[in-house]
């Protein structure tokens, strides 16, 4: 007689491992618009059931990805070389670079939908991803270094500039070079001569 517990089949942390990186991989070489659940299964070794036991979609599987930062965590961290309109514009572009690459035109919507749905998935990307802190750590920093007035909303400021990004591509509106810039020139007070 079995005991008391968990039933079913156990998470192994080999297999997870295995598929994250799988996933991460895939959408890497391919693209989130062509991330399939059989071909994560397939470079995983594993069944495509046991990818659906843990993650309920695709999306859900990306938010683990980027949370566990085996995709890209070079986008997520905001440089601080001293210039800070410098180092916030290319944050930003690089993060719309990737959402504009090739095959990912479907994964902000994904993530935004996922997130709405599941709490789970929202969880991973409010606490996980670490996005707010990172920025409330560089824009805290050039309130410290007189780049940014001391009464500066940092928390508010951060939602901005995400908050920006995700409704744009909601709709579907240009992400470019020149939205990133003048998003900083708008958001972040002029610079001090």
């Not at 080999?14 to 070489?29: D, F, P």
């Not at 690089?94 to 504009?100: D, M, T, W």
């Not at 709490?119 to 050039?142: C, H, K, S, Y």
């Amino acid at each position: 007689m079995a005991g008391p517990g968990r039933r079913g089949p156990k998470r192994s942390e080999e297999a997870r491992v295995a598929i994250l990186e799988a996933a991460a991989r895939r959408v890497m070489t391919d693209g989130y618009d062509h991330l399939t659940m059989e071909g994560v299964a397939t470079e995983a070794k594993v069944g495509k059931q046991t990818i659906y036991r843990w993650w309920p979609s695709r999306s859900a599987l990306v938010a683990d990805c980027l949370a566990e930062r085996l995709l890209l965590p070079e986008l997520f961290v905001p440089d601080d070389s001293g210039d800070l309109h410098a180092d916030v514009t290319r944050w930003l572009d690089n993060i719309v670079g990737f959402l504009n690459a090739p095959g990912n035109a479907g994964l902000l919507h994904s993530l935004v939908v996922a997130a709405a749905e599941n709490p789970d998935v929202a969880a991973i990307l409010n606490d996980r991803l670490g996005l707010w802190e990172m920025l409330d750590e560089r824009f805290t920093q050039a309130v410290t270094a007189g780049q940014l007035p001391p009464t500066t909303p940092v928390p508010e400021l951060g939602d901005a500039l995400i908050g920006a990004i995700v409704l744009r591509g909601l709709r579907n509106g240009d992400l470019g070079p020149t939205f990133t810039q003048g998003l900083v020139q708008l958001l972040l007070p002029p610079r001090e001569t």
